[in-house]
């Protein structure tokens, strides 16, 4: 793997950092219901929202092999309480 074959893209920032986007607060919802696993609502949430809208569109093909590197989130989540909760 080199440098040319990441792709940074900023299509979950949303309306910007911290600012939650209906994609993040689905992904932070679909991992902790399904695996039981609490990411955090800024960086992680997002990410996994990217990486779940990538799968869902064909950008990254069934059986491929994905690594997402998960840093936590817990402590995060109680900033997001009200967005997370309002279901």
Do not use: C, H, W
Not at 23 to 31: P, Q, T
Not at 60 to 83: C, E, H, K, R, W
């Amino acid at each position: 793997m080199t440098a040319d074959d990441l792709r940074i893209s900023s299509a979950q920032l949303g309306e910007g950092y911290g600012v939650p986007t209906s994609g993040m607060i689905d992904a932070v919802e679909l991992l902790a219901r399904s695996e039981g696993l609490l990411v955090d609502p800024v960086y992680g949430g997002k990410a996994l929202a990217g990486l779940l809208s990538d799968v869902e569109s064909g950008a990254i093909a069934p059986q491929s092999n994905v690594l997402f590197i998960m840093t936590g989130g817990s402590p995060g989540l109680y900033a997001y309480a009200d967005v997370l909760t309002s279901k």
